[in-house]
């Protein structure tokens, strides 16, 4: 997907819907931007703004809780059914 | 008299031969061992092959027919030369006679058996492009849900739900149990990959712990290399141990060699992420905020520069004037002290004892000046970017932290053009911003 350019420098725009690894890389991509050193100040305070917001949105992406194991089935009408997965005994040799 | 000879017709013959050899139980259910001498595959799907003694191949051989409808369950493409085991009756093929083997099995024998029907797999889906690197999914760096197709007893689960609740608990273990091995394990473990691509994961992991070579066969099987192709999410392969290879590997878009293994390479070590981000954070700060540091030490290198580099004239002629300065200074103070009525024993004395008068502190100030106009000649490019300088008023010394000044006192502030002399209204000292 094609990024616009300008794009990361919008302090205001929203991170909540970013998985990690696109946060993560437009991170670094803020990182680079501001390492670099060339950028006017009004640039710089945009860039570290919307950097904030996207190491709180990666910490809170880390930050979940233990998630149970499920278990997928699917229905009679072929729908899928998830319920939480129960270890069965081992009968040997299939594992 | 002659005897009467019975003369049959070429037909009847036939017939004769034909229904001679279908009465005879042994030979409408045989099993025989052989070499394949040539073989034809027609058009229609039926395959043509002489069948010869696998210890005298020059001097024994029959010729054997196997059509499409029997041919559907061949799990190899016979060749020349290949040991087979074949099962089928013998007839003739009633219009010239030809004494045939109608087959309805064949099978390579020997431990080369398998081997073989997967080589032929292998380079079937190979030619079909089935294993292309570019056909290689990239696997999602953090996996909020993770599908394992497996049984759901035994080993291979229980080391992937270990796994990924030591690396990495926040992402979603989601179970497809499905049988494994033995018959009809083909079919389910297509059906149970199919279900998890229609599930909300990001990743797909198909797992089975270590089995003989015939224990494995169902993930060498042309249906679930098939249904793992057809896989809209990643899949990740970790069949038996180490050394087994299976046609689910060459599909799969990432091969490892154990479910353990599989595990490790799907989920990320939850502890180096936070470890990564905490870097970045850092990084972030010190681009950032901390950024002006940088330039802070551009700036004291650049005056330190100039200072070795300008005019000495100029520097000459401020130490002129502080000369001066403390000249009138000490003439000042010397006059004060005498209108208190006290001794004064040296000039030296009265400075130190007496602590800085209102005109020595005018006459630092004063320097001060001189030395901030001395600074203001240097390409001072950062002021120009918008960044600014503030100094205590009192002392001189640069304001890096809240905590240097207190409400009330009264601050410098330098900036690209001109200087602002300000009076602190409030101090919110010590925030930190990421």
Redesign the interface.
């Known amino acids: 997907m094609e990024r616009d350019p300008d794009a990361f420098m919008t302090a205001a725009a929203e991170t909540s819907d970013l998985d990690y690894e696109s946060a993560l890389g437009e991170l670094d991509q803020v990182l680079a931007n501001l390492e670099d050193g060339r950028v006017a100040l009004e640039d710089a305070m945009a860039l570290y703004e919307r950097g904030v917001g996207l190491v709180r949105r990666c910490a809170s992406l880390l930050d979940g809780a233990e998630k149970r194991v499920t278990e997928l089935a699917a229905g009679p009408d072929g729908a899928l059914e998830e319920t939480p997965f129960e270890a069965r005994p081992e009968d040997g040799g299939a594992g | 008299m002659l005897t009467p000879v019975r003369i049959l017709q070429v037909g009847e013959l036939n017939s004769l031969i034909r229904a001679d050899l279908e009465e005879d139980p042994d030979l409408q259910d045989v099993w025989v061992e052989a070499e394949i001498g040539t073989h034809t595959h027609s058009a229609a799907g039926h395959h043509y092959l002489t069948l010869k003694d696998c210890r005298q191949p020059e001097q024994s051989s029959i010729k054997a027919v196997m059509f499409r409808g029997q041919a559907k369950g061949l799990a190899f493409e016979p060749v020349t030369g290949q040991q087979v085991i074949a099962h089928g009756k013998v007839s003739t093929y009633a219009s010239r006679g030809d004494l045939q083997l109608y087959l309805d099995r064949l099978e390579p024998t020997g431990v080369g058996a398998l081997a073989l029907a997967f080589q032929q797999l292998l380079a079937k889906l190979e030619a079909e492009g089935l294993f292309a690197p570019d056909r290689k999914r990239r696997l ?3 996996p909020r849900r993770l ?1 394992v197709v ?9 080391d992937v ?1 270990h796994v990924v ?1 030591r690396r990495c ?9 499905t049988l ?2 033995g018959e009809g394990s083909p079919t389910a473990i297509a059906a149970a990959l199919e ?2 691509g ?2 909300d994961v990001d990743v797909v992991l198909l797992v ?2 270590g ?1 003989s070579l015939e ?1 494995l066969q169902a993930f060498n099987s042309e249906l679930v290399a098939r249904a793992v192709a057809a896989c809209p999410h990643p899949v990740v392969a970790g069949v038996g141990h180490e050394t087994d290879t299976t046609v689910v590997d060459y599909v799969a878009d990432l091969r490892a060699p154990t479910p353990s293994v599989a595990a490790e390479l799907v989920v990320p070590d ?1 502890e180096a ?2 470890a990564e ?1 905490a870097a ?2 850092l ?2 700060r010190r ?3 901390g ?1 002006l540091q ?1 330039e802070r030490e551009g700036l004291r290198q650049r005056q330190v520069r100039l200072a070795r580099m300008a005019p000495l004239a100029r520097i000459e002629s401020g130490r002129q004037d502080l000369d001066r300065a403390q000249v009138r200074l000490a003439a000042a103070v010397r006059r004060i002290l005498r209108q208190e009525g006290l001794a004064l024993r040296s000039r030296n004395q009265s400075l130190s004892a007496s602590g800085p008068g209102p005109r020595l502190l005018r006459a630092r100030e004063e320097f001060a000046g001189r030395v901030g106009r001395l600074e203001a000649l240097s390409p001072l490019a950062v002021l120009g ?3 600014s300088i503030t100094f205590r008023s009192d002392t001189g010394q640069v304001i890096r932290d809240g905590a240097q000044v207190a409400p009330g006192a009264d601050v410098v502030t330098r900036l690209h053009r001109g200087t602002l002399r300000s009076r602190v209204t409030a101090v919110e000292a010590n925030q930190e ?2």
């Open positions: 999602p760096l953090l599908a497996t049984s759901g007893r035994g080993a291979a689960i229980r739900i609740r608990p926040i992402t979603q273990v989601v179970v497809v149990p494994v091995q279900l998890a229609r599930s089975r712990g089995g224990d939850l992420l936070r981000l970045r954070r990084r972030l681009g950032g905020l950024w940088v970017r918008g960044y911003v990421v």
